[in-house]
């Protein structure tokens, strides 16, 4: 899934970009607002992290612009800050949760992954459609047979952008957009052979193709 990284600080983001991607993340990242609201508004994010502290402006003016533009993706700002009146002004400007830096980076992940259960109506770390698991900690899958299979970080986003939306068509550009950052240059044909790969896992059932129009996760087994 895709996830937005606005941070000026090139050491964390680097460092954040690098820890998000091998969690799972595709991460396109902005260290300037206006780059960030152009982003929050043209792509597709799943959730953006933010900080308030920019360049050229600040966290919650690019939040204010997205949420008049109709975004609304989770967000957690980040900030130096500590006062309450700052988190307090970060959630009324339209931000789902705060975190206040130093941080670590385990309670950064956790967040995230809270943020994005509650926008999909989810309570657990665990995604089910039909008798298909998927443990977003692990990075696994469990099929139908009780077996739990380990899967690679493009397979993952794969399976979860099907599993968290079973029954729904998804053409092969819209599966790239969630797969791949801005500086990724996939082919269409990249997302055939991973449909290939995860079908050796899932069984050949589970996603089915619609000529001409994509892919639909039905969870048969």
């Known amino acids: 899934m895709r996830l937005l990284l606005v941070e000026d600080d090139p050491l964390l983001q680097s460092s954040l970009r690098q820890s998000l991607a091998q969690a799972g993340f595709a991460v396109d990242t902005s260290d300037s607002a206006r780059t960030a609201t152009q982003l929050g508004l043209q792509e597709s994010y799943r959730v953006a992290v933010v900080d308030i502290g920019l360049p050229d402006g600040n ?3 690019v939040m204010q612009h997205w949420r008049q ?31 206040a830096k130093p941080f670590h980076w385990e309670e950064l992940l956790a967040r995230l992954h809270a943020l994005i259960r509650r926008s999909e109506g989810r309570t657990a770390n665990v995604i089910e459609a039909g008798r298909y698991r998927l443990d977003e900690e692990r990075q696994r899958v469990c099929t139908p047979d009780g077996q739990w299979h380990g899967l690679t970080g493009t397979e993952f986003r794969l399976l979860r952008c099907f599993m968290s939306r079973p029954n729904r068509l998804f053409s092969k550009e819209e599966l790239l957009e969630q797969l791949y950052n801005l500086d990724a240059e996939p082919s269409l044909n990249t997302i055939e052979a991973y449909i290939r790969r995860l079908r050796l896992l899932i069984g050949r059932h589970a996603i089915q193709t619609q000529r001409g129009q994509g892919y639909v996760f039905t969870a048969q087994e």
């Open 69 to 99: 533009g109709g975004c609304e993706m989770p967000v957690l700002l980040l900030t130096a800050r500590d006062g309450w009146q700052d988190k307090v002004n970060g959630l009324k400007a339209g931000a789902d949760d705060y975190l």
């Open 59 to 61: 966290g919650l003016e």
